[in-house]
């Protein structure tokens, strides 16, 4: 795709966004984070998502007004022009050139999809932003001219199986930007190119929680929640045992575990096998305004993060909440005691005093509920939307173009940035499970 751009590609970059994501229809922490990122700028931005598949009809998070949303590869039935069905079979046929193998989304990505996006992308000027390993390679790779291009990451480079870190240590330095959900991830990027002779510009935006509505949580309310995929990721084979113990003290007390996957048949074994049937519920997905309103304490159980937002949502409707302080995000959220409770990492016993100490202290949990609402308040968009803002000013002066006429936003701070130059190659080649339900906090 190099070789195009000069001044008409420069024309208006500064006020169109792109944002490549694996599924806009899907369920998901980082789908949802898209969602509020582009709704927040719609106004004063053209912004366009740019979706790797599409499986359903109609998206599980309502799009923004104005919005404008595409499907690289559309899987229902009949969405594919009859004339380029024959085509379309064919290239689906085989793998992407474009998307790392390494990648847990590489299996939704084939050479239609990259047939797809280098054609929604030619000619393109603006701002191009890639929101998983893969895509964000691919952006690196290709380097769209007329396109800035920041890569988002939606976990932590931990997470991270090593072929894909060495690919990042190889072409991330062609990214403009590359914007982590945490400081603590930042930090752990800026290690992996210590001794790069190029590295990326590196700076922490974390993602942003909208009003998901319903009254406050009832602090008096004697059922503790917790919500996700189930899976081993989120840690309820953790939670189960740790409740056991408020169970036997206080059998009044309930606990809901609100998501899907495909370890439900084992946990529902270990509530039965723990004796905990009559007190502990696989409730399915849920509508999580409703489920945080008729409860007291929201428990985060998982072994790693990206940034939880439904952390960040609990905390929000003004529930205690206790979690461990895995990687990454508690640690940058609670404070111990103060707004919430952290205890360390994939510690049962420690998980369950802290759950208990909430239950047997209303008093604590009256004090945290409300101070947690109040930390909640600084990952609303329009707290954290200014960030990507003055982040789109700053390159778009570095690259000449025209500073973007925006609505001022008084008092707003740009992104915690680390400033070493990032040094663009020259040449480019010509955590998804394939479900677009893929996650309630998760990407």
Not at 149 to 172: K, N, V
Not at 289 to 298: G, L, N, R, V
Not at 339 to 351: F, I, K, Q, S
Request: one cysteine or more; charged letters at 25%.
């Amino acid at each position: 795709m190099r070789g195009r751009g000069g001044q008409e590609a420069a024309t208006n970059a500064d006020r169109r966004v792109v944002i490549l994501l694996a599924s806009a229809w899907g369920l998901g922490g980082t789908i949802r984070a898209a969602h509020n990122l582009a709704g927040y700028l719609v106004g004063n931005y053209d912004v366009e998502i740019v979706s790797v598949f599409r499986r359903r009809d109609e998206p599980f998070f309502p799009f923004p007004p104005g919005l404008e949303v595409t499907a690289l590869d559309d899987l229902r039935k009949g969405a594919t022009p009859r004339r380029l069905r024959l085509l379309r079979s064919i290239l689906r046929r085989c793998p992407s050139v474009l998307m790392h193998p390494a990648d847990r989304a590489a299996h939704v990505a084939n050479l239609w999809v990259d047939f797809g996006l280098v054609r929604r992308l030619r000619g393109k000027s603006g701002f191009l932003i890639a929101t998983r390993p893969g895509l964000n390679l691919m952006a690196a790779d290709l380097a769209p001219p007329g396109l800035i291009t920041i890569g988002e990451e939606q976990m932590h480079l931990r997470a991270h199986s090593w072929p894909l870190r060495g690919a990042m240590r190889r072409l991330y330095p062609r990214l403009d930007y590359l914007v982590t959900l945490t400081e603590q991830d930042m930090h752990e990027y800026e290690k992996l190119f210590a001794e790069s002779p190029n590295r990326p510009r590196l700076a922490h935006i974390p993602n942003t929680v909208g009003d998901i509505g319903g009254p406050q949580a009832d602090l008096g309310a004697r059922t503790i929640l917790a919500a996700g995929r189930l899976t081993a990721q989120k840690g309820f084979d953790l939670l189960i045992p740790a409740f056991k113990r408020t169970a036997s003290a206080h059998p009044d007390w309930r606990l809901r575990i609100c998501g899907k996957g495909h370890l439900r048949n084992e946990l529902q074994k270990q509530i039965d096998e723990e004796g905990l049937a009559e007190v502990v519920r696989l409730a399915g997905p849920q509508d999580m305004a409703k489920e945080m309103a008729t409860a007291s304490i929201f428990v985060l159980s998982s072994r790693f993060e990206g940034f939880p937002l439904i952390l960040i949502e609990a905390m929000s409707k003004g529930m205690a909440v206790v979690s461990f302080d895995c990687p990454t995000g508690p640690r940058e959220v609670i404070r111990d005691h103060e707004n919430g409770l952290l205890v360390p990492p994939l510690d049962v016993d420690a998980l369950a005093n802290a759950i208990l100490e909430l239950v047997e202290d209303e008093d604590l949990r009256r004090r945290c509920g409300p101070a947690a609402a109040e930390t909640a308040g600084r990952y609303r968009i329009e707290a954290v939307g200014p960030q990507w803002e003055a982040l789109f000013e700053g390159l778009a002066r570095e690259r000449g173009l025209r500073p973007a006429q925006v609505a001022a936003r008084s008092g707003s701070e740009g992104p915690a940035e680390r400033s070493e130059p990032a040094q663009r190659g020259s040449s480019a080649r010509a955590e998804a499970d394939g479900s677009e339900v893929t996650s309630l906090s998760e990407r």
